[in-house]
Structure formats: structure tokens, C-alpha cells
């Protein structure tokens, strides 16, 4: 059986600074997931279908891209088989 490597992948966001005058502390507000999964290359075929997806992330349309330059440019596929997220709200009046 072939095994396939595996990797794991954090992303957070909306942070936000809160401190507390009165405590003379402070602490940090997020949103975050966290995962692992396998990773494989992708083939010819998919590696265009996938930069394709890609590009349309950044771009409303069809985004013309140098197809040239697919030759030299490996395109990774992450399964993502376990995945979490957390959210870290402070509530309170202190909120700055």
C-alpha cells in the first residue's frame, strides 16, 4: 500500500486586541481551523483545472494566465480528512 504524505494546515483571523484597564491585562480575540490531511501532486490535467479555481479566487472572469509557465510549477492537493475550528470572543465593557 502506497502511503501518502501527510500535513496539517492553520488558519486564523479577526483578530482583535482587547485590553482590560481595571485587570491591567489584555488578550487576543480570533477565529481559527486547524486540520490535517494527506497531500498529493496534482497531474497535468488537474494542475490547469486547479490553477484555474485559483485564479478565479482573485478574478471575476476567466483570468488569462502564461501557460507556460505550468511546465515549471507544481500544484499540491491537500485532503483534508480532520478539521477543527475555535472562536475566542472576550465580552465585557472594557472592549477597545
Given at each position: 500500500m502506497k502511503r501518502r504524505p501527510k500535513a496539517?494546515?492553520?488558519?486564523?483571523?479577526?483578530h482583535r486586541l482587547v485590553l482590560d484597564d481595571d485587570r491591567h491585562s489584555c488578550t487576543m480575540e480570533?477565529?481559527?481551523v486547524?486540520?490535517?490531511g494527506t497531500v498529493s501532486m496534482l497531474n497535468e490535467n488537474e494542475k490547469y483545472e486547479a490553477l484555474m479555481c485559483l485564479m478565479r479566487q482573485y478574478h471575476s472572469e476567466d483570468f488569462p494566465f502564461n501557460?507556460?509557465?505550468m511546465?515549471?510549477?507544481?500544484?499540491f492537493c491537500l485532503r483534508v480528512e480532520h478539521m477543527t475550528g475555535k472562536r475566542r470572543k472576550k465580552s465585557g465593557e472594557n472592549r477597545k
Amino acid at each position: 500500500m502506497k502511503r501518502r504524505p501527510k500535513a496539517a494546515f492553520e488558519m486564523d483571523c479577526a483578530h482583535r486586541l482587547v485590553l482590560d484597564d481595571d485587570r491591567h491585562s489584555c488578550t487576543m480575540e480570533y477565529e481559527s481551523v486547524i486540520g490535517s490531511g494527506t497531500v498529493s501532486m496534482l497531474n497535468e490535467n488537474e494542475k490547469y483545472e486547479a490553477l484555474m479555481c485559483l485564479m478565479r479566487q482573485y478574478h471575476s472572469e476567466d483570468f488569462p494566465f502564461n501557460k507556460d509557465v505550468m511546465a515549471v510549477t507544481n500544484v499540491f492537493c491537500l485532503r483534508v480528512e480532520h478539521m477543527t475550528g475555535k472562536r475566542r470572543k472576550k465580552s465585557g465593557e472594557n472592549r477597545k
